[in-house]
């Protein structure tokens, strides 16, 4: 069945350095969404990429879609505390089942 | 708020006990996800109901069962509890166009 996979699992971040995290899936999806968990909360929906090839920015935070839409991309610059949490991605391979990747937990040494 | 709502928010049950776990999604959204996260686990996809139908199954036990309601909203129940069926449960909902899921609080379970 489909499976999207995420890395790293963790992600130690010095305040103020940049990461990335990547999401992988097994077959085309139709769209991917990122949601962040923070410690002790519930995810929450952060963008949805649709197109081949888009980029989508937030502030420091770059969304990357693949050309194939089977990879997409958390890029995040200038890491603060209030970035500590839980990234997933989450793809859908066709417009019903939404599956989560298993997470980035990113944690911020001031 | 996300506007979706889960009762109860934390449950404390037996062994081989049973139990339903309720969400109410927000107003007019049609789609219902339950998922499990066990801890520091991922978010585990079991089931997704849109409008009273099952339209997704993901690794859901034969233990579990789901169901979604004319009002939308829906139930999870919970069989014959084992202690590694303890993890936070979330009910998430979308409206049409499956954009952004909206996820509950979530509702905590301990098996003793």
């Known amino acids: 069945g489909q499976q999207v996979m995420q890395i790293p699992q963790y992600q130690h971040v010095q305040e103020g350095e940049d990461f990335t995290t990547y999401c992988n899936s097994s077959?085309?999806?139709?769209?991917i969404q990122w949601y962040k968990q923070r410690p002790g909360g519930h995810p929450v929906f952060l963008i949805q990429?649709?197109?081949?090839?888009e980029v989508k920015k937030q502030k420091r935070l770059t969304f990357q879609f693949g050309e194939a839409k089977k990879n997409s991309s958390l890029h995040i610059t200038a890491t603060q505390t209030t970035d500590v949490g839980t990234y997933f991605c989450?793809?859908?391979?066709?417009?019903?089942?939404?599956?989560f990747g298993a997470g980035t937990t990113v944690t911020v040494r001031a | 708020d996300s506007g979706v709502t889960q009762t109860p928010k934390h449950l404390i049950t037996a062994t081989g006990q049973r139990v339903t776990l309720r969400c109410s999604p927000r107003?007019?959204?049609?789609?219902v996800y339950w998922y499990q996260q066990s801890l520091d686990q991922g978010l585990q996809f079991l089931i997704q109901y849109y409008n009273g139908e099952e339209r997704a199954k993901g690794n859901i036990l034969e233990r579990f069962s789901a169901q979604q309601f004319p009002d939308l909203h829906s139930e999870l129940n919970l069989s014959s509890l084992e202690l590694g069926d303890s993890a936070l449960y979330f009910c998430?909902?979308?409206?049409?166009?499956?954009?952004?899921?909206?996820f509950g609080q979530g509702t905590r379970l301990t098996v003793v």
């Open positions: 998430a909902s979308s409206g049409p166009g499956y954009t952004e899921a909206f």
């Open positions: 077959t085309t999806l139709s769209n």
């Open positions: 107003s007019g959204d049609l789609s």
């Open positions: 989450a793809g859908r391979p066709n417009d019903y089942k939404l599956s």
């Open positions: 990429l649709v197109k081949s090839g």
